[in-house]
């Protein structure tokens, strides 16, 4: 009897292993298709972002929810769920009694059913995610770019949606279709750099080595959004250089009083030669011009993208303001920044940003450790700046709010992975050995 329990233990532990490797290929296909929101691959579009990454996700969730488990969904993807579900039952019931254009319609219910499927696999399996993907990703990203800024030319227009570019102005692209779009990309990179290195997936030279990849696809886009990004994102960076030990340790004080003489000494000359030379390209050079004759605060509240991105913000908030509790249905143009929700669905719109605020504050101030809770204070920055000028249905956006969630469950992955024996570390998966407590 032994050498056959032997050998049905065998076949049942192939199996797993072969299952385990069909799913940890498709997650990391989600998340490939996730690093390349804007491609068509070929294929007719109707709008900028892509459906292929909530396509692979809602295939993961399907496989998810068919495998028998112990353990539901988390709470709180039941409330990504049934919150995008009330907003499209909102907006269907305005679509068929109020009318409106189809191709608005699906783009506005396309956001809630990106978030569905995007937010579920990034809580269950960024564990899985490999560094490998990540950085081929990085690297194809920044070749194509550089390669633009060398040939003028978008080279991969024909997967793109659209290319909007100007050799006068800015024409480096990426796999995006407008050089802001990869700007943002980048800006999403840098923050995913941050939590591989926050979970020990790549070494500090490679981490070093691809940020720098960052830096210059979001300089070569001469996008005055991706400026403003980084600024952002290098203000989190000195924070967490800071946190690190005490503020007025004697290297924290050796580093601020460089980075002051830095920018007292080489600041002014370097504005000069980018004034010089940016000053006749895109929205930068000309923001740069008004800046040096405005000042700050005019030179941003006179900026036309600027005051359209608030124009939005407004918009929504007077939708709840004006009486329309459930919003103003399918909308004649698209509307961005994080409250169109509200404009679309109203109150159901008003949970989704309670929703989302919670998730960040939570993470925020009752993260596991002090690393963690200044992570989540960098993605809620980070988020709330692509927000204000980028549609929610960029895969990438609603990849942010399920790291917070990922985290927020990452000490009991830790607690699971102390107690996992070593027989089951070497015959099984993490897929299978790690991924079911991520769901309680």
Request: with cysteine.
């Amino acid at each position: 009897m032994e050498p056959l329990r032997m050998a049905s233990f065998t076949y049942e532990q192939k199996t797993k292993i072969s299952v385990s490797r069909f799913m940890d290929f498709l997650i990391n296909l989600f998340f490939f298709l996730v690093l390349f929101p804007y491609v068509t691959f070929g294929l007719p579009s109707i709008s900028d972002s892509q459906p292929w990454a909530a396509l692979a996700g809602a295939f993961i969730v399907l496989l998810f929810m068919l495998v028998p488990r112990k353990q539901g969904v988390s709470k709180s993807i039941f409330a990504i769920w049934i919150i995008s579900l009330c907003c499209i039952a909102n907006l269907t019931v305005f679509y068929l009694f109020d009318g409106g254009e189809s191709i608005m319609y699906l783009r506005s219910i396309y956001k809630y059913v990106t978030w569905a499927f995007i937010i579920p696999p990034v809580v269950l399996y960024l564990d899985n995610f490999r560094i490998g993907v990540f950085k081929t990703s990085v690297f194809l990203w920044f070749i194509i770019s550089t390669l633009q800024l060398i040939l003028k030319r978008p080279i991969v227009g024909f997967i793109l949606p659209r290319v909007s570019y100007s050799l006068s102005r800015n024409w480096v692209l990426g796999f995006a279709p407008e050089p802001a779009y990869m700007a943002k990309v980048a800006v999403f990179f840098l923050i995913l750099i941050d939590y591989f290195i926050l979970s020990g997936k790549i070494e500090s030279k490679s981490a070093m080595l691809m940020r720098y990849m960052c830096y210059w696809m979001i300089f070569i886009s001469f996008s005055l959004t991706g400026l403003f990004l980084l600024i952002a994102y290098l203000f989190c960076r000195v924070i967490i250089v800071l946190s690190e030990k005490p503020i007025f340790s004697i290297r924290n004080l050796i580093l601020l009083l460089l980075l002051v003489t830095t920018l007292l000494v080489v600041g002014p000359v370097v504005y000069e030669v980018i004034f010089d030379y940016v000053s006749n390209l895109s929205r930068l050079g000309h923001f740069l011009v008004s800046l040096t004759n405005k000042g700050v605060i005019d030179s941003i509240m006179t900026d036309p993208s600027f005051v359209a991105r608030f124009g939005h913000v407004l918009r929504s908030i007077q939708t709840i303001t004006s009486g329309e509790i459930f919003g103003s249905g399918v909308p004649n143009n698209p509307i961005g920044s994080i409250f169109s929700p509200v404009y679309d669905s109203g109150i159901y719109g008003v949970a989704l940003i309670v929703f989302l605020l919670f998730v960040f504050l939570r993470g925020i101030f009752y993260a596991k450790s002090k690393n963690y809770r200044v992570y989540s204070f960098e993605l809620f920055l980070i988020f709330v700046l692509l927000t204000f000028s980028e549609s929610l249905a960029s895969a990438y956006i609603p990849f942010i709010v399920g790291i917070v969630l990922h985290l927020h469950s990452g000490k009991r992955v830790i607690e699971y992975r102390e107690k996992a024996t070593f027989r089951r570390a070497i015959t099984h998966s993490p897929y299978e050995v790690f991924g079911e407590k991520l769901v309680k």
